[in-house]
């Protein structure tokens, strides 16, 4: 099982490239740089690439809405050559409250969107002339819709590699069902290994179904909190406050996608009560009214037996890393925590 680790988008570059120094050396395989409404992610994956030397670097994720294809292609392939072919690329719709809330942009289609910005990345990635007709992007723009004077261009620079890995960050059946046929990774958020068959088995497996063999076996990125002890269980509570964020806040009723992922878990009366809460302001009681067992579920939290079996479950359910939260106080005690959780995982 790879470990892998989303960093803290709001902290400082110099301090969280000296604790990925320490994370390579603990055993972690890949770092996420999430991307919200803070620096960009592009800006601390440069930094780190420079400052690092093994350890793969990913972006946890692009939002497709906020930079062109064409754009979203050189910047993986910059990402790549400074990395000297470490970089992942993670994409991602967003959602409403951060592409129209901050960007300014519409959001929609996100399903034919992605298509297509992955079709154009790779068309880049292999030097081609970009010439591309889709429903949502054209390249050039044509004639009628510009000034008449664009040609095709292709990249200047050779990238390290014409096929950079894209993993998507998806949760909707036929957004997993495109990212099962087209992407070599795929990133649930709170996956549950006992539910996901249930809940994702079948668009997995209609998109491996047109998946061109090329792309190798889907990789999955799983997200868990991580604590490990025979004195941890209070860290349950930690987890709670976001399970409520997503499930009750992001979104407007009928349009938050986490909340439909609690409801096809099983949870519907749940799902429904913590958005309540949460809308009207009572985060502390949405956190409260998250099920126990779904906390638990979607987490790595108790003794190293405990955890181990989780790991266990995890794989049976077809996740290959495990991109972990510490739960620990400082930067010594989520290294401590990864050397430890690289043992159980090797």
């Not at 350890?55 to 400074?82: C, H, K, N, W």
């Not at 072919?85 to 967003?94: E, I, K, N, P």
């Not at 906390?295 to 972990?324: C, D, M, Q, W």
């Amino acid at each position: 099982m790879r470990i892998g680790m989303g960093l803290n988008y709001s902290g400082g570059f110099a301090e969280t490239v000296e604790e990925v120094g320490d994370l390579e050396k603990a055993g972690l395989d890949i770092a996420f740089v999430p991307e919200a409404y803070s620096f960009d992610a592009v800006s601390q994956l440069g930094y780190l690439a420079a400052k690092t030397s093994t350890i793969e670097l990913a972006s946890g994720i692009f939002q497709i809405y906020t930079r062109t294809p064409s754009l979203t292609a050189m910047t993986a392939a910059g990402l790549d050559f400074v990395s000297n072919g470490r970089f992942v690329m993670g994409l991602g719709a967003s959602g409403p409250q951060v592409i129209e809330g901050f960007h300014g942009v519409k959001y929609d289609a996100p399903l034919g969107r992605t298509r297509e910005v992955v079709e154009i990345c790779r068309k880049v990635w292999r030097r081609e002339k970009v010439e591309y007709r889709g429903k949502y992007y054209q390249v050039p723009l044509p004639a009628e819709k510009g000034t008449g004077l664009g040609k095709p261009l292709k990249l200047i620079n050779h990238p390290v590699r014409e096929r950079i890995p894209i993993l998507i960050a998806s949760l909707g059946p036929k957004n997993v069902e495109l990212t099962a046929e087209i992407a070599e990774g795929w990133e649930p958020i709170f996956f549950h290994p006992e539910k996901a068959a249930s809940v994702w088995g079948e668009p997995i497996a209609k998109g491996k179904a047109k998946r061109d063999p090329s792309l190798g076996e889907l990789q999955v990125y799983a997200s868990p909190a991580l604590a490990i002890g025979d004195d941890v269980d209070h860290m349950l509570d930690w987890v709670r406050p976001s399970l409520a964020l997503y499930i009750g806040g992001m979104g407007a009723k009928g349009k938050n996608f986490y909340n439909d992922l609690a409801v096809r878990y099983g949870y519907e009366e749940a799902a429904e009560k913590i958005q309540d809460l949460y809308l009207a302001g009572k985060k502390d009681e949405a956190a409260a009214a998250v099920p126990d067992d779904l906390v638990r579920a979607v987490s790595l939290i108790g003794p190293e037996s405990y955890v181990k079996e989780r790991v266990a479950a995890f794989a049976e359910a077809g996740v290959t890393t495990l991109n972990v939260t510490p739960l620990a106080a400082d930067r010594n005690g989520r290294v401590q925590l990864i050397e430890k959780f690289r043992k159980i995982c090797d």
